[in-house]
């Protein structure tokens, strides 16, 4: 767009450069303050945000090194950190997966077939998706030891338990791939059931391999989702060994 | 046809039989709920898989399943708690509160009967030695260990003449306390039909109950004989004057817990203040993320300004971190005596400031933590919508003269201000809710002084709602829940509030 400018353009662009640059220091702070001070030996928060001297300690006992300090002494590292990274990994990536699958086929349904109450059953995911996790905890927690006393590697302190209690969000994810769906024309698996595919077989070979960016997007947010979740973990999870790390940072002393 | 459909009812057959069997197993078990449940689900999946009427369901079925069991059944369960008086006192049903009753005794002090272990190959033998020093009694090789702790057992005991003992010589004070959790597990019956257990690290002795079942279901005290009859309105055994005895049991007290939270001037004197502070704190957050999320993304719009995706990716990054870890980060940098953040003001105006202590800054640390938080979001959202105004209007305002705060109010915000709605509904809502935010940094704290459940000033109604339930002051599930289910109602409301405008944006577009 070719406007003329006036003489307070300049001057303008130098102040907002200013204001933005404040803006990122101030944003940026508290992340290269966390890198700092990991960097820094001893447990002091105060100091100069460019450490004077730099101390791997911290990061070996985080990765699960032992280290010698410098009187001598070996510090064992107290918490498993990457046994918790782990579990956080592994319970996200198989939720992830399995909320990829159970959404996209709920999503096939809603874009594509003619069934009663379609928009009620899809309208009452949605508000029933609102429902705050945190307060229907007691709820979460006597049906997993319920389930548990009858399956016991689905029950309480087990992850496979953790798992199927995610699988409940999928409300938004069902709505992201539908929207997705509609774009695409439903002239092509059209044509392939005229050539004879089932339907199964038209969404399998034709829909879903047009729609792999979107199914890549819903499992990125199903993963980031799972992977900072607290409060359900809390509840299901307690032994050290078997946290997740967002509920594990917790129990490190602040 | 294809080829496996001869197989198909053979299958669905045996799906059946098994699935009957699951359920009635279950149903043996003594719950019949569950069973109920695992016919309903197991039926449904059978039949939506093997009709052929259904091909829909068979793609929908998961997400529904799942969004039925552990999204809207923890919801109907939460609402019925609500009515009832579940919570730490009164935490079983009256069947097992009586039979825990039923389980006390008293043990019988001078009718106790020394005893000694003697080993005996691997096994050890028990003998009860009277006081007099007269016949006593031996049982048995026993197994002792963890094993025979599991199967409480009855250990039919022999008499035994003074003179004839075991040869081996009795294990030591330290050994037998190593079987101690053995020992509590046995029933000694002894041949003139006494019946004595573990009463201390050297006796065993005649146990009294403590209660008398009636069998019209109320109990007797043995002490004083007084009885106490199981009340079904406040779910406690009573006497006739009125006292009760612990633990009480589940039952429905109906409205009782919401005109608590209404009428009780101790509830509704916390609950309305952190009510109001739970509005304050989401629209707050909003307004804030709003105001600079949109003015960046106006900023960073600009064609004259250069380094823009630099500046972009940069203001991004508090959205690509974790909440957890940045929270985290957060508590320490606001730490009163160690954190930079007071270490800065200090340096430049000599101040530290009581973050976590002081409740209006503790509710100001909120604020701060969240904008930071959730700025990003509406800076992207924003950047989205203005990128489809049309640049012909700000050609046009241009001609016209119009300086950018005049494009700002008079042209972006009105064309971005109805799309933008249902979404800060939705950051409304969800900040209405967040529970991670407010336990991760503040727990609520600094706490009311002066109030009989704990309630903190910087609680929301989530995080009050947790504490009621999971703190050891107050583990008052039943309240939590009727607590909860008012949330779920505000929160529907706003959502079915956020549909209609989304689809009235609809409409318009179209």
Known sequence: ?254 | MNTTSWAKWPIVAALVLALLWLVFGVYAAGQPLWAVAGLTFGGLALYVYASARTLAWRYLFPGVAGMLVFVAFPLLYTMQIGFTNYSASNLLGVERARAYLLDQAIADEDQALTFTLHAEGAALRLVLTPPDGGAGFISPPLPLGPAVAKGASLIRMQAVPADKRVQAAPLSLREVLNHREALMELKLDLPDGRRLSYAGVREFGTIEPLWLANPDGSLTQQATGSTYRPNQETGFFENPQGERIQPGFKVGVGWANYSRMLFDADVRGPFVSIFVWTVVFAGLTVLFSTALGMTLAVVLNWEALRFRTLYRTLLFLPYAVPGFISILVFKGLFNQNFGEINAILNAVFGIRPAWFADPTLAKAMLLIVNTWLGYPYIMVLCTGLIKAIPADLYEASAIAGAKPLTNFFKITVPLIARPLTPLLISAFAFNFNNFVLISLLTDGRPDYLNTKLPAGTTDILVSYTYRIAFTDAGTNFGLAAAISTLIFFMVALMSMANLKLAKINEEKRA
């Open chain 1, 1 to 254: 767009m070719a406007i003329v400018t006036g003489k307070s353009q300049r001057w303008r662009i130098v102040a907002t450069h200013a204001g933005l640059c404040l803006l990122v220091a101030v944003t940026l702070f508290p992340l290269l303050a966390v890198i700092s001070i990991s960097l820094r030996p001893g447990n002091f928060s105060t100091g100069s945000l460019i450490p004077s001297e730099i101390s791997l300690e911290h990061w070996k006992l985080a990765l699960g090194f032992s280290y010698s300090a410098a009187d001598g002494t070996l510090v064992t590292p107290p918490f498993p950190v990457l046994l918790w990274l782990w579990n956080s990994i592994k319970i996200a990536s198989v939720s992830a997966l399995l909320i990829v699958a159970i959404s996209t086929t709920a999503a096939y349904a809603f874009a594509r077939m003619k069934f009663a109450h379609k928009n009620t059953i899809l309208n009452s995911m949605l508000l029933l998706q609102m429902f705050p996790v945190a307060v229907a905890l007691v709820a979460i927690f006597a049906i997993f030891e319920g389930l548990g006393s009858y399956i016991p590697w689905l029950g309480i302190e087990t992850h496979a338990g953790l798992i199927i209690a995610y699988l409940g969000g999928v409300a938004m994810h069902i709505w992201t791939i539908k929207g997705y769906f509609e774009t695409i024309p439903t002239e092509i698996e059209e044509c392939a059931k005229v050539d004879g595919a089932t339907h199964w077989q038209a969404f399998q070979y034709v829909l879903l391999p047009m729609s792999v960016p979107i199914l890549m997007v819903v499992f990125v947010l199903a993963f980031i989702g799972t992977i900072i979740e607290y409060p359900v973990a809390s509840v299901l999870l307690r032994e050290e060994p078997n946290l997740t790390l967002a509920v594990g940072l917790q129990v490190l002393p602040v």
